[in-house]
Structures are given as C-alpha cells and as structure tokens.
C-alpha cells in the first residue's frame, strides 16, 4: 500500500527472476571454483546497463549512479555455494572428501556429483559406506553419519585406487553436487544452493527493475557479488570508503523457533556476529511496512553473513541483513517465490530511499547529524527509589552489626 509519500515501486519482473535462477543453479559454484558465476553474473549486469569491476579472485562491485556520490551504499548477495573436495584416494576404488563449507554429511548422501579433475569432469554418487540393505542388513540403519562415513562411487570403471588415478582423479579435486532445482507452478522452489542462487537472481531482478524505470537512486549504489561467503571472508574485498551503509541479501532460516516465513521477506535483527545497525534495520522495517511487503522479523543464533565479513575486515560502515524465507538451509531447501519476490521489491524500495544520514558521507566528524536512537525524555529511570544505606546499616542486633 503506497501513498502520495511513498511512492509505488516498479514491477518486478518475474520472467526474469524465473530464468535468472535457473541459469544460476545450472552453473556449478562451490567455493574456489567461480570463475564461470563471475562471468556469467558481470554479462547480465552488463546486459541491465550496470558497469561493474571485477576483483583479483573475482568479486563483482557494479555501479548504479545515484544524485550524490557519497554516502555511498552497497547490496550484497554471494556467488559461492557449498561443495566438496577429494580427501583422499581409497584403496577400494572410491573417494574420501571433505566438505567446502559447513553442511552436514546427512545430506550429501545420495547426492549426484561432477568430480572436477584437471583435464575433465566426472560424474559420481556421494554414498554412505554401507549401502546396500541386501549386504549389510541392519547395518545400514545404525551406521554413523559424518564426512568420515561417506565416499564417492566415481562413474569410471574403479575397483582400485590406481584406477581412480588412471582416470585423472587427484587429491584436491573439486566437486559439485547437482542442485536438483524443481519449481512448481504453485510458487514452491527446491534446490540445493538456494543459498545464496535466490538472492542472486533477487538482487539482480532488482537493479534491473531500477534501470527499467529509469530511477536515479538518491546516492551511489554498488551491488555486490562475492565468492567466499560459505567460508567466512565475502564482503572483505571489494568495498571501498565512500561506502557507508551495506546491506547483505542472504538466505533465512525459517525452521521451528524461528519467526521467519518461506513467504516473506526476514528482516534480521542480530545473527552470530552480533546485532545489526539499529538505525539501517529500521529504516528496512519502515520501507516494508509502507510499502506492504510480506515481511518478518527474526534473530538467528548460528548464522553470519557478509556483512559480518565486512565489519571484521575493519569496514566502518552500517550494515543490516534481509532474506528469503527458506526451510532446511544448508540441506534441500525450499523457499517460494513470494519471498524472493518481497526480497526483491524491498531491495529496490531500500536503493530508492535516502541515506541513513547524510552524516555518514564522512567517516569522521562532530555530533552534527549524528543518530538518535532515544530521545532524553524517553529513557525510563527507576520507578521504584532505592533506600539510603545509612538508613538501614546502623547498629542494629536484628542484623548482626556492631
């Protein structure tokens, strides 16, 4: 619901979204291998009308000219997915790996997979030890989960370690697991790699509905797109000091105790690295609310995003978290396309929108358009007086003192 003082957003547009994703998830990304996302994700900024730079590994900062340039603002969603890489080659013919990122291995079993190896890639299945029921009877059942009992069956005719080797299989080599991506007509999205592919087609739809329109945000805007995120670094890299506010656009985690909905928009207050900027949250909170946007609020406990890279590498810059509702993060998950839209639509609502303050333009000064978070007249004092010690601490043999 907009008014005269809230302008309606553009559309966004939902074919794009749609093929965006799907192009997305057809590109493998775990971690250490995003040259062919960086491609494909600098081709479509170029084909919205964004120019963009690209860093020594591969981080994406475009430009979106604002009025003013400065305080600059950036968006940020990351490339870079979970995987696997090749431990070690068994004498039995098969793969020991480790995972790239933190996932469990529960949910790597079964999984279909390219082994990636210098010369060419290979199709495999991540199986747990024991597998066959017909074998090994209960077993299968009782045995442990954990990257120590899994392996990967390599499609290559393999009984022992010499013939993975013969095939060209190293330690070292890469592996991604298929996405098993499956949209259905009632708005429902399955895949791995949700996390953070969605996010990237939302930030994407988003710059694409500003360009569209022909909106001139009221300051620079540099969307983001990092490729280490899974692994803890992403938004070290590629921000510069006219930034002053970052907002990252990430998967969020719609499971029992949580508040979020696989059919909204999350506002995140606080993830593992500690809350976010009061005065940047709320500014997303009130865009939400006027322009009517599914949206929720939450607190995740064993999370961390760019922004918490960002604010490491020593970045003095405000920052906040939005995301799509999604179930089971890290394993299969499932969002809807209400969430990826609302992360969109809030996104373009945020780049429209003025600064925090026009303050953080320098990245010193004096209390001149500082933040307020509370007025003097809103802080409640005590309401109950405490006694005046000497009151209650003479000499008294009720209380045992002299």
Known sequence: MSTDATPALPPIDGGFLRETLLQLMAIPSPVGLTDGIVRYTVARLEAIGLPCEVTRRGAIRATLRGRE???????????????AMVQRIKPNGRLAVVPIGHWS???AEGGRLTVFTDTQQLRGTCLPLKTSGHAFGPEIDTQ?????????????????????????????????????????DNGYINARYLDDKAAVAALLCACKALVDA????????HPLFTITEEVGSGASAALHGDIAEMVSLD????????????????????????????HLTHKLIGLAEAHGLPHRRDVFRFYRSDSAAAVEAGNDIRTALIGFGADASHGYERTHRDALEALARLAVAYLRSDPVTRRDQ?????????????????????????????????????????
Not at 377 to 399: G, R, S
Request: charged residues 20%; glycine residues 8%; aromatic residues 6%.
């Open 362 to 402: 320098r990245p010193m000064g004096t209390l001149e358009g500082f933040t307020e978070q509370m007025a003097p007249a809103e802080m409640q004092l005590p309401l109950t007086p405490l006694p005046d010690p000497e009151q209650f601490l003479e000499a008294d043999p009720n209380l045992g003192i002299d």
């Open 251 to 278: 998967i969020a985690i719609a499971a029992p105790g949580q508040n979020t909905s696989e059919h909204a928009v999350t506002i995140c207050l606080q993830d593992l690295s500690g809350p976010f900027d009061f």
């Open 144 to 184: 442990p989960i954990g990257w120590d009992h899994v392996e990967v069956r390599v499609d290559v005719p393999a009984e022992r370690a010499e013939d993975l080797l013969a095939a060209g299989i190293q330690v070292g080599d890469w592996i991604a697991f298929d996405p098993q991506l499956e949209l259905l």
């Open 69 to 83: 340039r400065k305080p600059a603002r950036a968006i940020v969603a990351h490339l870079d997915t979970l995987g």
């Open 105 to 107: 291995a529960r949910f």
């Open 214 to 221: 022909g909106i001139e945000p009221p300051v620079d805007v």
